[in-house]
Structure formats: C-alpha cells, structure tokens
C-alpha cells in the first residue's frame, strides 16, 4: 500500500469522490483491454452519458459507435441494459450490495467486488488476473488455475484488511502491483516492493508446468465480426449483405457465421434497405 501510494498511475477514475457509475463504466470496458486504450474512451463516454438515465435513452447504434475499437461490442449494449435497469429498479444509482449488483446485466462476481471496494469503499476480496498472479507467486505458484478456484478466494480473503477503506487500497494495490511490476512475461522483480516475501522469486522463477495458450487473433470468428462491425459503424445508411461482405473484406465461408452472430446478439440488425447497426 505504501508503494501504490507513491507509484501508482493518475487515473481519473480513481479520483475520490468519482460516481459509483463512471467506475463500473471503466470496468467494463477494462475486461480484457489494456488501460491505455480505456481511458481516452471512458473519458469521450463519461463527457456524453455522465450517468444511467443518459445512457439509457442513448441509441444502441451510438452507443456502439462510441465503444469504437475496445473490442467486445457486446459489453456496450449489456452496460446500456444495466443502465436501463439501475434507472428503472434502483431510481439512477447503482446498488451496494453484491446480491444487487450481480443481478444486473454485465455483472459478473469480479465487476461486483470491484464496485463494492473501488466504489463503494467496502471490504470485498477483488481477484482479477493480476492479483491472482501476484497471490499465486508470492506463495511460489507460477501461475493461478485457469479458472478461478475457491480456495483462492478464500486465500486471497485472508489477507484483506478488515477496514472498508484499507481494504479498498489494499485491492487496489495489489491489482496494480500486478499490473506494473508483477507482469505475467518479464516481471521486474526488482522494484517489487515485496520481492523478500515472493516464494516464487526465493525459487528462481520456475516456470509453469503447464505453459498457457496464447489465442491468435489472426482467422478467428472475432476478427471477422470486428470487420464487420467496422464497416458498420462506418456506414451511414443500410448497406446490402453482398456489398457489406465485400467492404469487410472477407470470404463468404468467414462473412456469414460472423454477419449471423451479429444479428443474434442484437449488434447488427436487418432492415428492408439491408444491415445497419440496431435503433433501438
């Protein structure tokens, strides 16, 4: 906690007083995207639908256009339902407690802890992959599961301060010490302010036995519903499927299960003049 106070990044949702909402808004669109991408989005989204109520009679096509290239264009429409739904159930403010968070649309256990420590200044355990990471060495694992698993929960809870507001720092801390030092290739164990109590490190760094996977990105079914998407969100009228398959610039065996998931997920819609992104 000491070394976040002193080392960690200026990020302006971290700024006290920040609303509850404008930090689940960056944990969406953190999952699975680095921060440097996030931050000039969350700032372009926060300054256009600061809250529920604006977000929730946004059109899903702007919404959607507004989400750009942070990938997953399915967690815009999921955070635009919660938004409906916090308006709705909950008068515009995102509830506090984890039963109520997890009911909404998008919120899995990880973005629950999360709102109930960053936001809400309450203890919770918070176990992205990066803290995962860090527990796993310190107690001279080379990497966590592949899933998470109970006991790593449980593990993690006992190292949690008891105070709300420690509690939030300490899961903040640890999060980042994951995300600047503890790094999954090339950790700079070196400037790890607890490098003497990494079991990990006291072992010499040995690698995992079961080495992890890198998906490629390259020929998969995600990258052909991004070109898509692209040409979508481009698009200023409906465009016919023949011409949509070419300015995407794929191969009918890869435009169609992409065009067919697009449709299903309510990201792209059908019209008589052709496809265009959703209304409403």
């Not at 680095?34 to 977000?55: G, K, S």
Request: net charge neutral; aromatic share 6%; glycine share 6%.
């Amino acid at each position: 906690m000491s070394w976040y106070n002193t080392s960690a990044r200026q990020l302006p949702w971290r700024d006290p007083g920040t609303d509850p909402w404008a930090i689940l808004v960056c944990e969406v669109m953190s999952q699975q995207t680095p921060i440097a991408r996030v931050l000039p989005a969350w700032e372009e989204w926060m300054a256009r639908w600061p809250d529920p109520t604006a977000l929730a009679e946004a059109s899903p096509a702007h919404v959607i256009i507004a989400w750009g290239t942070l990938g997953y264009p399915r967690r815009a429409l999921r955070l635009q339902e919660c938004a409906g739904v916090v308006v709705e159930k909950w008068d515009g403010t995102l509830p506090r407690s984890r039963e109520d968070l997890l009911s909404l649309p998008g919120i899995g256990p990880y973005t629950a802890d999360a709102i109930i420590a960053f936001a809400y200044r309450e203890r919770t355990t918070v176990l992205d992959v990066n803290v995962r990471r860090v527990l796993a060495r310190i107690y001279g694992e080379a990497a966590p599961p592949t899933s998470l698993k109970a006991w790593e929960v449980e593990r993690a809870s006992h190292l949690v301060p008891d105070d709300g507001e420690a509690a939030s720092q300490w899961n903040a801390a640890i999060m980042e010490l994951g995300a600047l030092i503890c790094t999954a290739r090339n950790p700079r164990c070196e400037q790890c302010p607890i490098a003497p109590h990494c079991a990990w490190l006291k072992l010499g760094k040995p690698e995992a036995a079961t080495p992890r996977k890198v998906q490629a990105f390259e020929g998969t079914h995600r990258q052909a519903r991004g070109k898509v998407m692209r040409v979508l969100r481009t698009a200023h009228a409906p465009i016919g499927v023949e011409e949509l398959r070419e300015r995407s610039g794929l191969p009918e065996v890869r435009f169609e299960p992409a065009l067919t998931t697009l449709l299903a997920d309510g990201l792209a819609a059908a019209t008589p003049g052709g496809i265009q992104l959703p209304i409403e």
